[in-house]
């Protein structure tokens, strides 16, 4: 069942069958904890006895290690087994609405769907119904699509945002008596999760019916004070997982005989779960930036001349604590000022004059340039004032703290400045990110 103006596939999910232990079935997205290895180690540990989505994904943190093939390989066979043996049960034609409790939030609710990849673009410039919320780096996508080219199902970290402060697509299906499909604590202080099927062709078509409301281009007009074509999904996680897909979707698309018979494959459409940005339970975080293998002094001194050529100049105050820090950056006027610990030092900087409108941009514009320029050096994109603490606070390391932006800001800002620089903010913490669970058949049968 597709519903084409709104971009809606109704999947057929694929969940683990009856008795399987579904805290081992489910671990965090790939994404999470690339540079805690330890974390994944423990993973490995807790799920070895049983089925689990951590032998169906590739953590990033071994995307370096030399046996990337090797495991590519594995995860495919291991789809291929869980398909033969009836590890995962195809369900009928429905979405699966999901309820998430976090170590921050009591609830946030989510709706598992399949979007259509031909009404999605991440070039910049793009005006497509499904859009991207910040920069696609292209040079992730080729280990991603490694990963998916030759998978016979995916299982997505993706969340896909939507506008709806008047709560009419997903929430009022709590109110349904819906069949539970699962309930169980989640692994490593991910919390609690509880899915509920929605397969009645009367809840269907209302989530279908409320869909188009906010795409109606005439209230989509007046709601942003724009002219120009709707955009009803922004990219919340998973921006390049979603890429990934489009890009093998194309490729398809440019390989085959009869593109009308292709039209129908199901690699069009990316499992997906759906979101409203005004649920109380999602918060937007920032995402902090850690450098490895750099010289502190130089780094400073390579900022000072970044910003003086642009006429932005860079202010730099050593500061005891974190603390004081934050309160020195809170006081810098219309400055882009941000904490950092250099070394376990720390200090506030403040850009004078920004050229850019967000704080992340003005810093991301001098780590590309210096990334470029000292080939050595690497950076990891970091949740949570700790991690960058205790990260920044090794030799030869240095953390940047960075703000977070106002989720009620994000889609206008989308609509009228296009897509935000990368990393410039995360849907809660490190632990509140989705779960692999749910996955769909993506070959042709």
Same mark, same amino acid.
């Given at each position: 069942?597709?519903?084409?103006?709104?971009? $809606?596939?109704?999947?057929?999910?694929?969940?683990?069958?009856?008795?399987?232990?579904?805290?081992?079935?489910?671990?965090?997205?790939?994404?999470?904890?690339? =540079?805690?290895?330890?974390?994944?180690?423990?993973?490995?540990?807790?799920?070895? /006895?049983?089925?689990?989505?951590?032998?169906?994904?590739?953590? *990033?943190?071994?995307?370096?290690?030399?046996?990337?093939?090797? /495991?590519?390989?594995?995860?495919?066979?291991?789809? #291929?087994?869980?398909?033969?043996?009836? =590890?995962?049960?195809?369900?009928?034609?429905?979405?699966?609405?999901?309820?998430?409790?976090?170590?921050?939030?009591? =609830?946030?609710?989510?709706?598992?769907?399949?979007?259509?990849? *031909?009404?999605?673009?991440?070039? !910049?410039?793009?005006?497509?119904?499904?859009?991207?919320?910040?920069?696609?780096?292209?040079?992730?996508? &080729?280990?991603?699509?490694? $990963?998916?080219?030759?998978?016979?199902?995916?299982?997505?970290?993706?969340?896909?945002?939507?506008?709806?402060?008047?709560?009419?697509?997903?929430? &009022?299906?709590?109110?349904?008596?819906?069949?539970?499909?699962?309930?169980?604590?989640?692994? #490593?202080?991910?919390?609690?999760? !509880?899915?509920?099927?929605?397969?009645?062709?009367?809840?269907?078509?209302?989530?279908?019916?409320?869909? #188009?409301?906010?795409?109606?281009?005439?209230?989509?007009?007046?709601?942003?004070?724009?002219?120009?074509?709707?955009?009803?999904?922004?990219?919340?996680?998973?921006?390049? =997982?979603?890429?990934?897909?489009?890009?093998?979707?194309? @490729?398809?698309?440019?390989?085959?005989?009869?593109?009308?018979?292709?039209?129908?494959?199901?690699?069009?459409?990316?499992?997906?779960?759906?979101?409203?940005?005004?649920?109380?339970?999602?918060?937007?975080?920032?995402?902090?930036?850690?450098?490895?293998?750099?010289?502190?002094?130089?780094? /400073?001194?390579?900022?000072?001349?970044?910003?003086?050529?642009?006429?932005?100049?860079?202010?730099?105050?050593?500061?005891?604590?974190?603390?004081?820090? #934050?309160?020195?950056?809170?006081?810098?006027?219309?400055?882009?000022?941000?904490?950092?610990?250099?070394?376990?030092?720390?200090?506030?900087?403040?850009?004078?004059?920004?050229?850019?409108?967000?704080? $992340?941009?003005?810093?991301?514009?001098?780590?590309?340039?210096?990334?470029?320029?000292?080939?050595?050096?690497?950076?990891?994109?970091?949740?949570?004032? @700790?991690?960058?603490?205790?990260?920044?606070?090794?030799?030869?390391?240095?953390?940047?703290?960075?703000?977070?932006?106002?989720?009620?800001?994000?889609?206008?800002?989308?609509?009228?400045?296009?897509?935000?620089?990368?990393?410039?903010?995360?849907?809660?913490?490190?632990?509140?990110? /989705?779960?692999?669970?749910?996955?769909?058949?993506?070959?042709?049968?």
């Amino acid at each position: 069942m597709n519903f084409e103006k709104i971009a $809606v596939q109704v999947p057929k999910i694929l969940l683990p069958k009856k008795g399987t232990d579904m805290q081992s079935w489910a671990v965090i997205a790939c994404d999470q904890y690339t =540079s805690d290895l330890s974390y994944w180690q423990r993973l490995e540990q807790q799920v070895e /006895r049983g089925i689990s989505t951590l032998n169906l994904v590739f953590p *990033e943190v071994y995307l370096e290690d030399s046996d990337a093939e090797k /495991r590519i390989a594995a995860i495919n066979q291991a789809m #291929e087994n869980y398909l033969a043996d009836g =590890s995962l049960e195809e369900q009928p034609p429905g979405f699966i609405l999901v309820d998430r409790k976090t170590t921050e939030v009591e =609830s946030r609710k989510g709706l598992i769907l399949a979007l259509d990849l *031909e009404q999605y673009e991440y070039t !910049k410039g793009a005006q497509s119904l499904i859009r991207s919320t910040e920069g696609t780096i292209l040079d992730r996508l &080729p280990p991603r699509i490694k $990963v998916r080219e030759n998978a016979p199902i995916e299982l997505p970290h993706i969340m896909v945002l939507i506008d709806d402060p008047e709560q009419t697509v997903i929430e &009022p299906l709590f109110n349904q008596n819906l069949e539970s499909v699962y309930d169980f604590d989640l692994l #490593e202080n991910g919390g609690h999760l !509880k899915g509920y099927r929605v397969d009645q062709p009367e809840l269907i078509s209302q989530v279908v019916t409320a869909l #188009e409301k906010l795409a109606d281009p005439a209230d989509y007009h007046a709601k942003y004070n724009v002219d120009g074509d709707v955009m009803l999904y922004a990219m919340g996680d998973g921006n390049h =997982s979603f890429a990934t897909a489009k890009a093998i979707w194309e @490729k398809l698309k440019g390989e085959a005989d009869d593109l009308a018979t292709v039209m129908n494959h199901p690699a069009r459409y990316a499992l997906v779960e759906l979101v409203n940005v005004h649920d109380s339970g999602l918060e937007f975080e920032a995402i902090h930036r850690v450098l490895f293998n750099v010289n502190c002094v130089h780094l /400073r001194q390579q900022m000072e001349a970044f910003f003086a050529a642009r006429k932005t100049p860079l202010t730099f105050t050593p500061c005891e604590t974190l603390a004081e820090a #934050e309160s020195v950056a809170e006081k810098q006027g219309d400055a882009h000022a941000f904490p950092v610990v250099f070394g376990g030092k720390f200090g506030a900087c403040a850009v004078g004059s920004p050229e850019y409108t967000l704080t $992340v941009a003005t810093l991301q514009a001098f780590l590309d340039h210096y990334l470029k320029e000292n080939t050595t050096a690497r950076i990891d994109y970091i949740h949570g004032d @700790k991690a960058v603490t205790d990260l920044g606070g090794e030799t030869g390391c240095v953390g940047f703290y960075l703000p977070a932006i106002s989720k009620h800001d994000l889609f206008k800002t989308i609509v009228l400045d296009g897509a935000l620089p990368r990393k410039t903010f995360s849907l809660g913490e490190a632990d509140e990110k /989705r779960f692999y669970l749910e996955c769909r058949g993506i070959q042709e049968s």
